[in-house]
C-alpha cells in the first residue's frame, strides 16, 4: 500500500503543472485572447499567429515523421551490425558512437549550421531532420544493439537453413522480435523531434519553416515587452497533447522495450 501511495503522490506532483496549464490556457487573462470569462479566446489568438497553427503542425509533424524514420532505419541497420557481426574496431567505433552522448547538444550547433550550408540543406526541415537524427543515434543504436542481442541466434539461424538471405531474415523475423526495443527508439526520437527548441531555432529563419516550440515562444511576447500568458499555455497543451496520447498508446511496449534492451547486459 505505501509503493501505490508514493506512486499516486509523485503521479500528482508532475501532472499538476499540466493541469496547471490546461486551466490556465481557458482562464481569461489581462493582455490574453481570452481577457475574461472561461472560453477558448488563448487558443484561437494562438491559431491565428503568423502563418498559422497548421502551418506550425504540419513543419512539426514533418521534422518529427522524418527524425523518428531516420533513426529507426539508422540504429535498426547498426545495431543488427554490432549485435551479429564481427569485423576490426567494432567495440572502438562503439564507444566513438556513444561517446557523442558526451559532446555538449548547443556547442555543435553553429558548425552544423555551417555544414548544412554546405550540403544545401540550410535552413530546411530536411537539415533540421538530420540533425536531430545525428543526436537520437548514440542511445538508439545502444538499445537495439541490446534488443538485437536478447534475441537467441538460433531463430536467425533458423531462418537462414529456411533459404532467407541475412537482410530477409532480419526484415521478416528479427525486426519483428525486437518490435518493443523499436516502439522504445521511436518514441524517444518523436519526443525529443516535437518538442525540441534550440535546434529548430539556430538552424530555421524563415518564419513559415518554424517548428510549433519556436512559434510558440516568439507568439508568447506581445508590445512592450508584455507576454500572453494565455497563448503560452494554449501551446503548451497543444505541444503536450500528442506527446500523452502517444506515450499513452505505446506504454506497455515502451516499458517492454526497457526492461528487454537497455536493462541487459
Known amino acids: ?21 490546461g486551466v490556465a490556457s481557458v482562464q481569461g487573462q489581462a ?14 489568438a494562438m491559431a491565428e499567429y503568423g502563418e498559422g497553427i497548421g502551418t506550425y503542425l504540419a513543419n512539426t509533424a514533418a521534422v518529427a515523421v522524418m527524425t523518428v ?20 574496431g567494432k567495440e572502438l567505433l562503439f ?28 535552413n530546411s526541415l530536411v537539415g533540421l531532420s538530420l540533425v536531430l537524427i545525428m543526436f537520437q543515434l548514440p542511445f538508439a ?8 542481442e536478447a534475441v537467441p541466434r538460433e531463430l536467425e539461424e533458423a531462418a537462414l537453413v529456411d533459404g532467407c538471405t541475412t537482410f530477409s531474415a532480419l526484415r521478416r523475423i528479427l525486426l519483428r522480435a525486437v518490435r518493443p526495443g523499436l516502439i522504445t527508439v521511436g ?22 519553416k518554424f517548428t510549433l516550440p519556436v512559434a510558440v515562444v516568439a507568439m508568447r511576447e506581445r508590445s512592450f515587452g508584455a507576454i500572453d500568458y494565455g497563448a503560452l ?11 500523452i496520447v502517444l506515450f499513452l498508446f505505446l506504454q506497455r511496449h515502451y516499458v517492454q522495450g526497457f526492461t528487454t534492451g537497455a536493462l541487459r547486459g
Open 1 to 21: 500500500m505505501r509503493y501505490y501511495s508514493t506512486a499516486a503522490a509523485l503521479a500528482i506532483l508532475f501532472l499538476l503543472p499540466l493541469g496547471w496549464a
Open 31 to 44: 493582455g490574453s485572447g481570452q481577457a475574461t470569462g472561461v472560453g477558448f479566446g488563448n487558443y484561437k
Open 69 to 88: 524514420v531516420g533513426t529507426l532505419v539508422v540504429s535498426a541497420l547498426g545495431g543488427y551490425a554490432f549485435a551479429r557481426f564481427r569485423f576490426p
Open 95 to 122: 564507444l566513438a558512437t556513444l561517446a557523442i552522448l558526451m559532446v555538449p547538444y548547443a556547442t555543435i550547433l553553429i558548425p552544423l549550421y555551417v555544414v548544412l550550408g554546405h550540403l544545401g540543406l540550410q
Open 141 to 148: 543504436i545502444f538499445m537495439m544493439r541490446n534488443s538485437f
Open 187 to 208: 518514441l524517444f526520437a518523436f519526443l525529443a523531434s516535437w518538442n525540441d527548441f534550440f535546434a529548430p531555432l539556430i538552424l530555421l529563419s524563415d518564419g513559415d
Open 233 to 243: 499555455e494554449a501551446g503548451v497543451m497543444v505541444m503536450a497533447l500528442p506527446c
